[in-house]
């Protein structure tokens, strides 16, 4: 009885809380149960300054409005009092699953319990949906004991089938739609994970506990709707809209962005948003819109629109050429009048202008820089899904990349009665080197110095593979000074993470919210627009700063003994 009164008292803690570059810190902590009571205390209870919680394996990372918010969160964290126990007040889900998985046999093997075995075992337990990551609705569940734990497939899959029910070291989850994954599949559900069409498109978020139930019947998924994953704006245009802007061309790539679904990790959802804000910005305010009015985020050039009504446009971001022409010159594709006297025009950058019914602006290649944003005066009313219209290249939320002969309709969205006066523009990356700021953390004890040094000491290249979700850097790779994997936990715009072949993916706006990678440094959040225009084929220097946030170099000898310890890594 006194051994139970002892065990009853103990107190837990936050072991200790490390620097996630300027506006987030990452709290360790020993166990899923004390994540589980953190990341209730801090959404029942928000620190000062707080934005979003996520839990992961071992950690919650903070994110805070500014700096000094999150200057002062170290100190609020270590004196918490996790000991209170958690409160499930996420309901239960019950989810009818067929166990015929492909792995199930070796996921017997495995446990030593038999294909009944784990069907007994996954069924007769409840599972509490611990935290989120890799795509929206896939939730990391803990079960009630660990006779289920098992390791990843040595060779991932392509494609995992949505709706398979699989196991990864002592998680289960249900993949919410088809992708990659490397977890063993035991099963198979038609329970829709993930909805948009419901006021809580999660069908089980953190909190939730989840009952399995084996059911005989063939179970077929729901087909998927394009409303449930993405709004496209060819929607926009089947209102008929009678005022916008019809796609010409939309060069490499164009997308609808605005500021940014923010407050959703618990739920998988990455914020997505404008890469370069200062010029998402700039451009609505040229045209008097609210600053987080939706645009189109436009690369290397290329875009073409035509005018469907009279529009006012302004162009911020990459300095390009941009040149109107005529409805006729448009049509013929003539540069001039036959006498010679020419109806194509050029509008300077960062300067409001008039788009008349009919004319057509085309942007050419960027002078420097890589992003361009077009604003028109209203916004381009695309239907917002989780309260903002930008499209999340990752995950497939919002509207589809633009496409030739797509009409996007002007919305109401203006906060001023006039334009803006033309603005000066920063100067853009060229062809020269691009320093970045970096705080370094929170997994900078992964690499010993000599590594520290060869991240700052080089100038990295851009590889043509980066994309929204990250930059991936070419040149002398990193070598950790750790073995062993990191359990996940979550991850910022900007995380400079290492995988092991030692080469750098700069993390930007449509990251995946989670990642089991060690991250070296985080690029401060003022210069993360400047990182999104850095070009294909462009080189970054990394540059110290020192540490903003409190990172104690105490550490108890628990949390010691944790961090030796190899563990899976957690992911898909």
Known sequence: MEAVAMETLSVHKVLSVRPVGTRAVLAELSGTQDVLALQTLLLESPLPGQVDVLAAAQTVMVRADSPAAARRMGSFLLDLDLTAPVKQDGGLVFIDTVYDGEDLAEVGRLTGLGTDGVIEAHSGQVWTVAFAGFAPGFGYMVGENQVLEVPRRSSPRTAVPAGSVALAGNYSAVYPRRSPGGWQLIGRTGARMWDLSRSEPALASPGHRVQFRAVRDVVTMAPE???????????????????????????????????????????????????????????????????????????????????????????????????????????????????????????????????????????????????????????????????????????????????????????????????????????????????LDIVLGPRADWFDESALDSLCGQDWVVKPQSNRVGMRLDGTPLERGRQGELPSEGTVAGAIQVPPEGLPVLFLADHPITGGYPVIGVVVDHQLDLAAQVPIGGSIRFRRVPEQTPSPEQKTSEQTSTEQTSQEKVSN
């Open 225 to 435: 709707h394009a409303a449930s994953e993405a709004v496209t704006a060819t929607e926009v245009s089947a209102r008929e809209a009678a005022s916008g802007l019809r796609i010409v061309s939309p060069g490499l790539q164009s997308l609808i962005q605005d500021l940014g679904r923010h407050g959703h990790s618990a739920l998988g959802v990455s914020a997505a948003g404008a890469l370069d804000r200062a010029s998402l910005r700039r451009a609505n305010r040229l045209v008097g819109n609210n600053s987080s009015a939706a645009a189109i985020e436009s690369v290397a050039g290329g875009l073409k629109v035509q005018a469907v009504g009279d529009q006012v446009l302004a162009v911020a971001g990459a300095p390009s050429e941009l040149t109107i022409a005529s409805p006729s010159d448009a049509e013929s594709g003539s540069d001039a009048d036959s006498d010679g006297t020419g109806r194509q025009r050029t509008v300077p950058m960062a300067t409001p202008f008039a788009l008349l019914d009919g004319e057509t602006l085309t942007l050419g290649a960027p002078e420097a820089g890589f992003r361009s944003y077009l604003a028109v005066r209203g916004g381009v009313d695309a239907a917002p899904v989780l309260g903002s219209r930008s499209t999340d290249t990752m995950s497939g939320i919002g509207p589809a990349p633009l496409a030739a002969g797509q009409l996007l309709a002007s919305g109401d969205v203006t906060e001023s009665g006039v334009v803006g006066d033309p603005e000066l523009q920063p100067d853009f990356p060229g062809e020269g080197v691009t320093v």
